[in-house]
């Protein structure tokens, strides 16, 4: 179900499919965070991390239908003018209506649907929250590893020598 798209050139509804890590159509999304990092929780996959609520994340799934400019099937989705999809797209997280601000065709690559979203700020800390795509029908519920933006907080500094307790030069950290 997951990965099933329906032709709709012949009337028939699309239905959203987002493409998970597993091959199930279940548990953690592909997604990428707003700095191209993969979104899941910090390691499970390498240089994965949870995106923080209020930043936005791109959601790579399938089934969106026709879209505008229409694009035929096998062909590579334009990058002028963006192959958008037709009629409306929403997106639940944890419960909650994400603001959609693209859902298009991926520029550059063939058949991939990108819908890009900006995370609602009063998201809970989840590495599995709820993830919901709907156009003309429901897709099945997968997750998205989300960090409260309550929660979230970056340190950085120096390296220092572990014997003289001098800095080390052009040495930092951040976490």
């Known amino acids: 179900e997951a990965l099933h798209r329906v032709d709709d050139r012949h009337g028939a509804d699309a239905a959203p499919g987002v493409f998970t890590v597993g091959a199930t159509g279940r548990g953690q999304a592909i997604a990428l965070n707003s700095d191209f990092s993969i979104n899941a929780s910090f390691d ?14 791109s959601i790579i ?39 959609v601000l693209f859902s298009g065709l991926a520029p550059g690559f063939v058949g991939l649907w990108q819908i890009n979203v900006l995370l609602p ?28 933006r309550s929660e979230y907080a970056a340190v950085s500094g120096k390296v220092a020598d572990g014997l003289s307790g001098a800095a080390l030069r052009n040495a930092t950290v951040t976490l």
Do not use: C, F, H, W
């Not at 009063?122 to 409260?148: C, D, F, M, Q, Y």
């Open 121 to 148: 700020d009063n998201l809970p800390t989840n590495a599995a929250t709820g993830l919901r795509v709907t156009k003309s029908r429901t897709g099945g519920e997968t997750t998205l590893a989300i960090a409260s």
């Open 44 to 57: 499970s996959l390498p240089g994965a991390r949870p995106e923080v609520a209020g930043s936005y994340i």
């Open 61 to 99: 799934a399938t089934g969106i239908g026709n879209t505008s400019p229409l694009v035929a099937d096998g062909q590579v989705a334009p990058d002028s003018p963006l192959a958008v999809g037709i009629g409306e797209t929403m997106v639940t997280i944890g419960g909650v209506q994400a603001q």
